[in-house]
């Protein structure tokens, strides 16, 4: 059984200390556990720092897009940068985390149609395999 909790990520300070959490390589198996959708292969960045930057500049980018489609006034309200989902799996599902991660980006593949960019993060470091999946809320287009 899937449990998903959503919880919604108004800070950019947040939002990179978030990254860097989700991207834990003690957690993510070394980071092999990690997948994307319309960021960049994250294969051309070995290091868990570089990944943490590549993602971090990704979200920045969107950033200054929303800020330029949008006038002052709206800005000044609470603005959502990103949705974290935590995707929970019951050990009694027998699923290897490689199927954990790539059940998360289906999800979100069909969840969002392919127009935000994600990342999926699969987490082993409890007795419950689960994905941390952050959203970025500016669509690509």
């Known amino acids: 059984m899937v449990v998903t909790k959503h919880f919604a990520t108004h800070g950019k300070k947040y ?21 994307d ?15 943490v930057e590549m993602y971090n500049i990704n979200f920045t980018n969107n950033d200054k897009l929303y800020e330029s489609r949008n006038d002052r006034q709206e800005k000044h309200q609470q603005t959502i940068h990103a ?25 979100i593949m069909e969840l969002t149609g392919g127009r935000f ?19 970025n809320a500016i669509d690509r287009n």
């Open 15 to 35: 939002r990179r200390s978030l990254i860097k959490y989700i991207l834990n390589p003690d957690k993510t198996d070394n980071l092999k556990l990690v997948s």
């Open 37 to 51: 959708f319309g960021m960049s292969n994250y294969l051309d960045f070995p290091s868990y720092e570089e990944m």
């Open 83 to 107: 949705h974290h989902l935590i995707q929970s799996f019951s050990p009694e599902d027998n699923l290897t985390p490689e199927e954990i991660n790539h059940i998360g980006y289906e999800t």
């Open 117 to 135: 960019r994600f990342i999926v993060a699969t987490h082993t470091d409890k007795n419950h395999t689960h994905n941390h999946i952050l959203i």
